[in-house]
């Protein structure tokens, strides 16, 4: 009972919450209704926009978005019961609860991000091996520049292929070489920056 109390109470409901959703997410991936990846391309950008795309790459890149993330929950979950447990005496009443709750919360966040970035090195191999045959497969391609320019550390594209839309990473050296809605030719994907180099079309 003392366990099942402490995952439904603040702070800790918070992880139990986003578990669910987790489990959620994966039971319907499972069932073939989302793609374990299908958040990639989004938080790729704005981690890039943001300018964090160093260090997310450094510590969970190589694995799907959705993969990190669950470690993270998960681990956060697990953190944030013995913290609750060990340390339920320095929660309080009123206001004080709340805000040692929310210390709860950053200090089970603090303890899962290094033990997630440790857990997921090993899948890293798998994923990059099977990146890089997908992402291959795209050099070649025609791609529309869904961007208002293309630079060496900046640009997005669009790619259609098998009856379906994908918005890519594209750089080209030449800054002022294309504009939105100009036609480009991928030719080569870059592992290590998740991207790849376009150029004019020659025809």
């Given amino acids: 009972m003392e366990f099942i109390n402490t995952i439904f109470t603040f702070p800790t409901v918070v992880f139990s919450t986003l578990l669910l959703v987790v489990l959620l997410f994966w039971i319907i991936a499972l069932l073939g209704f989302a793609d374990i990846e299908s958040f990639d391309t989004d938080v790729d950008t704005d981690i890039s926009s943001a300018g964090g795309s160093s260090a997310w790459q450094v510590a969970f890149g190589g694995v799907p978005i959705s993969i ?25 009443n009123g206001v004080m609860f709340y805000l040692m709750g929310s210390v709860f919360i950053v ?11 440790l857990l997921i090195r090993p899948l890293r191999r798998f994923f990059n091996n099977q990146e890089a045959t997908s992402k291959s497969s795209l050099v070649g391609l025609e791609c529309v520049i869904a961007t208002s320019k293309i630079t060496a550390n900046f640009g997005q594209a669009r ?29 080569e994907f870059d592992s290590q920056q998740h991207c790849y180099t376009v150029v004019a079309k020659p025809w």
């Fill in 68 to 92: 990190s993330v669950s470690f993270i929950i998960l681990l956060a979950w697990t953190a944030s019961i013995y913290i609750h447990q060990f340390f339920a005496y320095l929660l309080g």
């Fill in 107 to 117: 200090a089970s966040l603090v303890a899962a991000l290094p033990l997630t970035a």
């Fill in 159 to 187: 790619v259609f292929i098998n009856g379906t839309e994908q918005l890519v990473e594209v750089r080209n050296d030449e800054d002022n070489e294309f504009t939105l809605g100009d036609t480009a030719l991928l030719i």
